[in-house]
């Protein structure tokens, strides 16, 4: 495996544990280490629909990297269903967890960026390698 996949894979690694720590604490764990509360949900990038568009960065952030370190393998397809069960999960489980909310405008932006960053990997895919 290429040295520069291998370092995508362990940051998607890295970055997969560290969202699910953030979606399934009960509470703000980011609110928590800026303002001392767990129920104060920090608005990374001042935006007038909230800290949906973090969800949505996040979610980008996410599948790019998820998708770009099994680009070439067989497990891509599984993968990329994983990435989209993923942002359906963590939203729906805020409905069980406590301190913490489901917002649908929040599920809408998980799935916005998962599938986003998936149409420009199939895009990428498309031009570089002439196949999806």
């Known amino acids: 495996m290429d040295y520069k996949i291998r370092i995508v894979r ?21 609110g928590y280490f800026l303002y001392g509360d767990l129920g104060k949900q920090p608005d990374m990038i001042p935006n007038p629909i909230g ?3 973090n969800h949505a960065l996040a979610f980008f952030y996410l599948t790019t990297i998820g998708l770009i370190s099994h680009i070439n393998q067989t497990s891509f397809n599984k993968i990329l269903i994983f990435l989209v069960t993923l942002s359906l999960f963590l939203e729906l489980s805020h409905l ?37």
Do not use: H, M, Q
């Not at 406590?98 to 990997?121: C, H, K, M, Q, W």
């Not at 498309?126 to 999806?132: C, H, L, M, V």
């Open 96 to 132: 069980f967890i406590p301190n913490r909310s489901f917002e649908s405008l929040d599920l809408f932006a998980n799935l916005l960026g998962t599938f986003l960053a998936i149409v420009i990997i199939f895009l990428y895919k498309k031009f570089k390698y002439g196949k999806i």
């Open 10 to 30: 362990y940051l998607y690694n890295f970055s997969l544990t560290g969202l699910l720590i953030l979606y399934l604490f009960p509470g703000s764990l980011i």
């Open 51 to 53: 800290t949906s568009i």
